[in-house]
């Protein structure tokens, strides 16, 4: 079992929807949750990074972190085609927020105009 | 640089060929981080360097990759021997000590 699960999709949904992605963690060590988007052949691109559990808004993302559930999600807002990328988590052990992340497998997305 | 910088984009070269990827990272960013993105494994961690000591050599998959950074700056990876497996996109990431990584687009390495 990986350490990190997430559902590779692919997910496809129409324009203005609300997208919600997920992953769950088996290792309660994790502390420093984030979410990338990487669009086709570039590098993944930070998004959103939390620590705590509950909601962070910014824009039309909010991340949400349930550590006694050991559960993360993100979600869209008013999709747009161009958030369509693979959206991939990413966590961080311990007590330090720097250090190697571990990522789930990744999420294609597709919004269809 | 506004962004992390990877040279070359892409490379391809024959099995058994050594070669050096290169990261110039975010000025000012005294963490550099190296990973491999591949289909099969997806994202997976190499090395980790704060300044320019390596504390987390952990994801390095044999003895044939190693990597070094210098003046708290660039960074080398390289790959000796080289053998198809090792074909996948080598990622570089930065960031200040208690922030978020920031990635370059990678550099695509082939291995015929």
């Known amino acids: 079992q990986k350490e990190v699960e997430q559902d590779p999709g692919p997910l496809s949904v129409p324009e203005g929807a609300i997208v919600s992605l997920n992953c769950t963690y088996s290792n309660s060590a994790f502390q420093y949750f984030m979410w990338y988007r990487q669009y086709s052949r570039k590098g993944p691109e930070l998004l959103m990074y939390?620590?705590?559990?509950g909601n962070k808004e910014d824009g039309r993302f909010t991340a949400q972190v349930d550590k006694s559930s050991k559960y993360i999600s993100l979600f869209i807002r008013d999709s747009q085609p161009s958030d369509s990328a693979t959206y991939l988590c990413a966590m961080i052990l311990g007590g330090t927020s720097y250090g190697k992340l571990t990522f789930g497998q990744g999420t294609i997305l597709t919004v269809h105009p | 640089g506004a962004g992390v910088s990877q040279s070359p984009s892409n490379k391809v070269t024959e099995k058994g060929k050594d070669v050096e990827l290169r990261c110039d990272p975010i000025?000012?960013?005294?963490?550099l981080y190296w990973y491999r993105q591949s289909l099969g494994q997806g994202l997976e961690f190499l090395i980790y360097f704060q300044g320019n000591s390596a504390p987390d050599k952990s994801g390095l998959p044999s003895d044939r990759f190693s990597a070094e950074r210098t003046g708290g700056s660039v960074s080398t990876l390289t790959i000796q021997r080289t053998q198809q497996e090792d074909s996948a996109v080598y990622l570089c990431?930065?960031?200040?000590?208690?922030?978020?990584?920031?990635f370059g687009d990678g550099t695509r390495l082939s291995i015929l």
């Open positions: 939390t620590y705590s559990s």
């Open positions: 990431a930065s960031s200040l000590v208690g922030a978020a990584q920031h």
């Open positions: 000025s000012g960013h005294t963490a």
